[in-house]
T-cell receptor
Framework: RKEVEQDPGPFNVPEGATVAFNCTYS??????FFWYRQDCRKEPKLLMS???SGNEDGRFTAQLNRASQYISLLIRDSKLSDSATYLC????????????FGAGTRLFVKA | ETGVTQSPTHLIKTRGQQVTLRCSSQ?????VSWYQQALGQGPQFIFQ???????GRGNFPPRFSGLQFPNYSSELNVNALELDDSALYLC?????????????FGPGTRLTVL
């Protein structure tokens, strides 16, 4: 089983749609959680950190469920510029620090 | 732009050779992490350096080694290159040890092993 698993995608949605990405992690000792965005042939960039209380940044909402070891990202009112790969990221420190990225979910937003 | 720079941008090597990749961290950052990203995959954690000491390591063999310098720049060395080492190598800098801080990525070095 992969340490961080994401929806394989790709997701093809029209502009204005709401899209949800799911991610699960296997290590209950995981400490911090993020969503990164990676555009084609570019480096990853932080989209948002994820907290148990949930957090929202404009059209983006992230949620963490520690009991289920599940992370989600919701994008409302999708824009063409949201087309990218979304990476679920988990940090843990069990006898040494480690950052684990999921394989990413590709999103295509169509006009 | 993040302020994290990497060199070279592209590199072609042959199997069995050795390679050194370099990374300059963003001003004020004291932690550097290195990742390998194969096409269509997420970045795979190689290791992290904090204040010149290795702070964590992923599932990579010992032929992947690194250094962090007093100015917090870093090198990734790969010995005895294999074809499967062909990938994009990313470095990311951050501040502190906690792991809860944002990592800022450089543009990467594309390594091709023939």
């Amino acid at each position: 089983r992969k340490e961080v698993e994401q929806d394989p995608g790709p997701f093809n949605v029209p502009e204005g749609a709401t899209v949800a990405f799911n991610c699960t992690y296997s290590n209950s000792a995981s400490q911090s959680f993020f969503w990164y965005r990676q555009d084609c042939r570019k480096e990853p960039k932080l989209l948002m950190s994820v907290y148990s209380s949930g957090n929202e940044d404009g059209r983006f909402t992230a949620q963490l469920n520690r009991a289920s070891q599940y992370i989600s990202l919701l994008i409302r009112d999708s824009k063409l510029s949201d087309s990218a790969t979304y990476l679920c990221v988990v940090n843990l420190n069990t006898g040494g620090f480690k950052t684990i990225f999921g394989a990413g979910t590709r999103l295509f937003v169509k006009a | 732009e993040t302020g994290v720079t990497q060199s070279p941008t592209h590199l072609i090597k042959t199997r069995g050779q050795q390679v050194t990749l370099r990374c300059s961290s963003q001003s004020g950052h004291n932690t550097v992490s290195w990742y390998q990203q194969a096409l269509g995959q997420g970045p795979q954690f190689i290791f992290q350096y904090y204040r010149e000491e290795e702070n964590g390591r992923g599932n990579f063999p010992p032929r992947f080694s690194g250094l962090q310098f007093p100015n917090y720049s870093s090198e990734l060395n790969v010995n005895a290159l294999e074809l499967d080492d062909s990938a994009l190598y990313l470095c990311a800098s951050s501040w502190g040890l906690a792991g809860g801080n944002e990592q800022f990525f450089g543009p990467g070095t594309r390594l091709t092993v023939l």
